[in-house]
C-alpha cells in the first residue's frame, strides 16, 4: 500500500495542469497527484501547493512503498521529493508507470542520466519537469535572457549569503540542457 492517503486539492502546479506542454484538463477533471518523499521539500512546498490548486487531488505521501504508487490508475502525477542521489531513478520507474514526473532539483546527477529520462518522456509522451522555485526571480531570468542574447561570460556577486553562485549556475546548466545555443 499507499501511504498515507490524504485528501486535498490542486491544480497548475509547476506548469502541469493546462500548460503547452503538460497535461490538459477538461471541465470539472482532477488530477490525481502522489509525492515520494516526506522532508522539509514536501511540507513546505510541494503538499501546500498542491492542496492550494483546486485541479489537483493529493492522494499519497508515501516514503519507501512506491509499488502503489505506480500502480494506482488514480494517481496521473508523481512528484519525487527525495534525496538527490534517487531522483533518477525513482523518475524512471514512474515514467515506466505512465505517470506524469516533477523532479525535485537536482534533476539528476549527470547529464547522460536526465537526457535518458527526458527521452523516455517523450517516448511514452509523458510530462517531465524539474521543479525549482527561484526560475522565475528576476536575477535567473536576467541570467538567461543574457544567454538568449549570446553572453558567454558572467560576473557573479554574492550578495545572497553564499548560494547566489551555485543557483545562478543551476539556471545555466539548465539553459543549456533546454538546448539554448551556446
Given amino acids: ?5 490524504l485528501a486535498g486539492g490542486f491544480a497548475q502546479y509547476a506548469g502541469v495542469a493546462g500548460g503547452p506542454a503538460g497535461l490538459r484538463l477538461k471541465s470539472m477533471t482532477r488530477i490525481g497527484a502522489a509525492i515520494v518523499g516526506n522532508g522539509m521539500a514536501t ?19 508515501v516514503t519507501r512503498e512506491v509499488a502503489g504508487v505506480w500502480a494506482d490508475p488514480a494517481i496521473a502525477l508523481v512528484v519525487i521529493a527525495t534525496p538527490s542521489s534517487t531522483h533518477a531513478q525513482l523518475a524512471r520507474e514512474a515514467l515506466l508507470a505512465g505517470k ?19 527521452e523516455l ?20 531570468l536576467a541570467v ?9 561570460w558572467f560576473v ?8 547566489l553562485p551555485s543557483e545562478v549556475g543551476r539556471v545555466v546548466a ?7 545555443p551556446g
Fill in 1 to 5: 500500500g499507499v501511504e498515507p492517503r
Fill in 43 to 61: 511540507r513546505v512546498f510541494h503538499a501546500p501547493y498542491i492542496r492550494a490548486t483546486p485541479e489537483l487531488d493529493l492522494l499519497a505521501v
Fill in 100 to 118: 506524469h514526473v516533477v523532479v525535485e532539483k537536482p534533476f539528476a546527477l549527470d547529464v547522460g542520466e536526465a537526457r535518458g529520462l527526458v
Fill in 121 to 140: 518522456a517523450q517516448q511514452r509522451g509523458l510530462m517531465l519537469t524539474a521543479f525549482h522555485n527561484r526560475r522565475w526571480d528576476s536575477d535567473f
Fill in 144 to 152: 538567461r535572457a543574457a544567454l538568449e542574447a549570446g553572453a558567454r
Fill in 156 to 163: 557573479l556577486c554574492d550578495t545572497n549569503g553564499g548560494t
Fill in 174 to 180: 539548465e539553459v543549456i540542457a533546454a538546448g539554448i
